[in-house]
């Protein structure tokens, strides 16, 4: 390891290199403005997957994001810098907050590997095969995507192309299977189906994110996931990647009865897989019941179907939950306690559903009624499905009453703070609602927890 201080001077050293370099190309080389943008983003990559090797302590990598950030920033704001050495991050046309958000993952992963337990070993490779997904799958991707994509879909980001993701899947494989092979003592079926499935997770994920979201989340997940899949058999993977397949086979066929759009029935398909992989099949219940419920709380017209919700509104309605299913990986807390906060989530999130829907479909209804109506709605289609798997629990009937308090709370927020509630629009203010009130209605359930 090398002294802190020296280490820091060689990374910074290594990344104003990069940037002249690759500033002096685009100068003179012209080359597609997303060219540039993704030579550096391989570069920083790179440079930070040498960290364990480099550093053996927090304070510095922390510092060094902190710079980086900052950098990035400036580059934007900057009038001179954005003049010149911002173009790199600046060139493409699209909205993007990308090479913020990728310093904080590398932060983020390094403050786990150092704080981990285990082999070192493994911790490397926790640390470093993330890191060559986010780098090396993105950049491949977006380079094919941009020369040879031909086959367009939509999504929140704008078009994407299908050979740039199947890049990126092959990509993302190649990145998980051969570090696996060579560095672990994990058997060649083992480490081929963790490659494919945690290459199939990231293609769903980096299809659908937008602003460059995946450079942040897409790291946490993969190390979630390839943490669990290490300590599984080879029964156990195949099991995986069987429910993968037949989860997007029942999404897709099932998208013509809800009203998501194509990266909206992605995501769905996403958040199913995720809930499953990294809680079980316990954790898949609640956003299943949401995804096939939410369609059937009131009649079904030509106005409340059509396909008019991207994948804010998944991830809106998603958040809450999933933001308990992360701390419970993180905090390895008991599994009954979060179970039972992810379904509260999930309850919550179906009321307020349902309180826009009925409220679009009956506009005479009084808000007391057409409230009372949609918690319940929630809570039962929720909770009942909880005691029936949770009935081994002594707690989980007193838990299931102290929920309704949860609910009715985000429901009944959602329904004075959205403004033309009865008539919702479909932007991003009302699926920031309905995180904020998704959060609020299941931190409720806190209560019971510590109180029983």
């Given at each position: 390891?090398?002294?802190?201080?020296?280490?820091?001077?060689?990374?910074?050293?290594?990344?104003?290199?990069?940037?002249v370099l690759v500033r002096l190309y685009?100068?003179?080389?012209?080359?597609?403005?997303?060219?540039?943008?993704?030579?550096?983003?391989?570069?920083?990559?790179?440079?930070?997957?040498?960290?364990?090797?480099?550093?053996?302590?927090?304070?510095?990598?922390?510092?060094?994001?902190?710079?980086?950030?900052?950098?990035?920033?400036?580059?934007?704001?900057?009038?001179?810098?954005?003049?010149?050495?911002?173009?790199?991050?600046?060139?493409?046309?699209?909205?993007?907050?990308?090479?913020?958000?990728?310093?904080?993952?590398?932060?983020?992963?390094?403050?786990?590997?150092?704080?981990?337990?285990?082999?070192?070993?493994?911790?490397?490779?926790?640390?470093?095969?993330?890191?060559?997904?986010?780098?090396?799958?993105?950049?491949?991707?977006?380079?094919?995507?941009?020369?040879?994509?031909?086959?367009?879909?939509?999504?929140?980001?704008?078009?994407?192309?299908?050979?740039?993701?199947?890049?990126?899947?092959?990509?993302?494989?190649?990145?998980?299977?051969?570090?696996?092979?060579?560095?672990?003592?994990?058997?060649?079926?083992?480490?081929?189906?963790?490659?494919?499935l945690l290459a199939w997770v990231a293609?769903?994920?980096?299809?659908?994110?937008?602003?460059?979201?995946?450079?942040?989340?897409?790291?946490?997940?993969?190390?979630?996931?390839?943490?669990?899949?290490?300590?599984?058999?080879?029964?156990?993977?195949?099991?995986?990647?069987?429910?993968?397949?037949?989860?997007?086979?029942?999404?897709?066929?099932?998208?013509?009865?809800?009203?998501?759009?194509?990266?909206?029935?992605?995501?769905?398909?996403?958040?199913?897989?995720?809930?499953?992989?990294?809680?079980?099949?316990?954790?898949?219940?609640?956003?299943?019941?949401?995804?096939?419920?939410?369609?059937?709380?009131?009649?079904?017209?030509?106005?409340?179907?059509?396909?008019?919700?991207?994948?804010?509104?998944?991830?809106?309605?998603?958040?809450?939950?999933?933001?308990?299913?992360?701390?419970?990986?993180?905090?390895?807390?008991?599994?009954?306690?979060?179970?039972?906060?992810?379904?509260?989530?999930?309850?919550?999130?179906?009321?307020?559903?349902?309180?826009?829907?009925?409220?679009?479909?009956?506009?005479?209804?009084?808000?007391?009624?057409?409230?009372?109506?949609?918690?319940?709605?929630?809570?039962?289609?929720?909770?009942?499905?909880?005691?029936?798997?949770?009935?081994?629990?002594?707690?989980?009937?007193?838990?299931?009453?102290?929920?309704?308090?949860?609910?009715?709370?985000?429901?009944?927020?959602?329904?004075?703070?959205?403004?033309?509630?009865?008539?919702?629009?479909?932007?991003?203010?009302?699926?920031?609602?309905?995180?904020?009130?998704?959060?609020?209605?299941?931190?409720?359930?806190?209560?019971?927890?510590?109180?029983?």
């Amino acid at each position: 390891m090398m002294n802190p201080w020296l280490g820091m001077a060689v990374v910074l050293a290594a990344l104003g290199t990069i940037f002249v370099l690759v500033r002096l190309y685009q100068k003179w080389g012209n080359p597609h403005p997303e060219l540039p943008r993704k030579v550096l983003h391989v570069g920083m990559g790179m440079v930070a997957i040498a960290f364990p090797w480099i550093f053996d302590r927090s304070w510095p990598v922390l510092v060094l994001g902190v710079l980086s950030i900052g950098g990035m920033i400036a580059l934007r704001t900057i009038e001179g810098l954005a003049g010149g050495v911002g173009k790199i991050v600046s060139g493409v046309q699209r909205v993007s907050l990308g090479e913020i958000y990728f310093p904080l993952a590398i932060a983020i992963q390094w403050i786990i590997y150092v704080h981990e337990g285990g082999p070192k070993e493994i911790r490397i490779l926790l640390y470093c095969i993330p890191l060559l997904l986010l780098t090396l799958a993105d950049a491949v991707a977006a380079l094919v995507g941009v020369n040879y994509g031909r086959w367009r879909y939509t999504t929140a980001d704008g078009l994407k192309s299908t050979e740039g993701s199947f890049s990126f899947f092959l990509c993302a494989f190649l990145c998980v299977h051969v570090p696996l092979l060579l560095a672990t003592d994990t058997g060649k079926l083992d480490t081929l189906l963790i490659a494919v499935l945690l290459a199939w997770v990231a293609t769903l994920f980096e299809a659908i994110a937008w602003g460059g979201l995946d450079n942040l989340v897409l790291p946490l997940i993969a190390h979630l996931l390839l943490k669990i899949y290490l300590g599984l058999s080879v029964s156990d993977l195949e099991m995986r990647l069987a429910v993968t397949a037949a989860l997007m086979v029942f999404v897709l066929f099932y998208r013509t009865q809800t009203t998501l759009q194509g990266s909206a029935v992605l995501g769905a398909c996403l958040v199913g897989y995720i809930s499953w992989a990294l809680g079980g099949w316990r954790w898949l219940l609640a956003p299943f019941i949401v995804f096939v419920g939410y369609t059937l709380l009131s009649p079904r017209t030509d106005s409340n179907h059509r396909p008019i919700h991207n994948i804010h509104a998944v991830l809106g309605v998603t958040a809450a939950g999933l933001m308990w299913l992360f701390l419970y990986r993180l905090l390895e807390r008991p599994e009954h306690e979060f179970l039972y906060l992810f379904t509260l989530a999930f309850a919550a999130e179906l009321a307020i559903i349902a309180t826009s829907r009925l409220g679009y479909d009956y506009p005479n209804l009084a808000g007391p009624r057409l409230l009372t109506i949609s918690v319940l709605q929630g809570w039962v289609l929720l909770f009942v499905p909880y005691l029936v798997v949770e009935w081994s629990e002594p707690l989980s009937l007193r838990w299931a009453l102290c929920a309704l308090p949860g609910v009715a709370l985000a429901a009944v927020g959602f329904y004075f703070t959205q403004p033309s509630v009865r008539d919702c629009p479909v932007d991003w203010p009302r699926w920031l609602r309905h995180g904020i009130h998704g959060v609020l209605g299941s931190a409720v359930g806190l209560v019971p927890l510590y109180l029983f």
